[in-house]
């Protein structure tokens, strides 16, 4: 079993420092769930082959009805941390995996995607000789049906219209993911957020072709019209005003030009 079950978990900071003490692992990995039975196997099985004592593995689960739980008393030999109890949303739940995050950085991993041991091991190997601030690798996106749909990598500047970080194959200096946080008023793009004000901050963003993850598309992620909307606000709070202008006069710009390219096709006049 975990060794730690909290229901609640009112005490996490402390239960952070207590961890701390012993000796400190690279990494900390965050997964929360919320009714995940039918994908969190796969989740699961793939940090057990990859889990050390420089990993330390936590879990934040919403208070699952189904058989989550079940699925994760499977695997308590490597899981560090297990919290329990309800919250206010997703981005909630992983600052409660934050606050109890002991590893020099703080991976974050979704209860339907899975690491690739190979890339993730050599990206671990990075970590450890070159001790950068963010670390971005890559992931390969996989349709709901399962069909491959590429490689998701970092764009800086795309930064500046959307999210481009591969979250799942990014991994933060663990005393920044404690001062930025997520912003808990964002229920879909508060990673974007973060990510944003990180590189606006100006802390370094190495990159690397490595891929350490596969993520699977769909779920609250695939809400588009909400996805738009707090992208829109978060460039509007973190850009300020000019460079928001700046970016949504690009942004119409591409819009204008797709819509005459699509006209363009119906009419025969393109190919």
Known sequence: MPSDVHHPANDVASLAAGMAEGSRPLLSIVTVTRNCEATLERTLASVRSIKTPAIQYIVIDGASTDSTLAI????????????????????????KGVALACGDYTLFLNGDDHLLPDGFNQAIALLGRQKPVVLSCRSEAVSEAGEPLGLLKLSTWR???????????TFVRTDLQKQYRFREQFKI??????????????HRFSTSELVTATHYRGGFSGNVPLTIQECRQIRKENLGWVVYALTRALEAGNEFLNWALRRGRRAGNLP
Do not use: C, K, Q, W
Not at 190 to 198: C, N
């Open 159 to 169: 930064l500046f219209f959307f999210n481009t970080v591969p979250h799942l194959a």
């Open 72 to 95: 994760i008393s499977r695997y308590g030999d490597i899981v560090d941390v297990l919290v329990s109890e309800r919250d206010s949303g997703i981005y909630n739940a992983m600052n």
């Open 189 to 202: 793009a508060a990673d974007y957020d973060l990510f944003l004000r990180l590189f606006l901050g100006r």
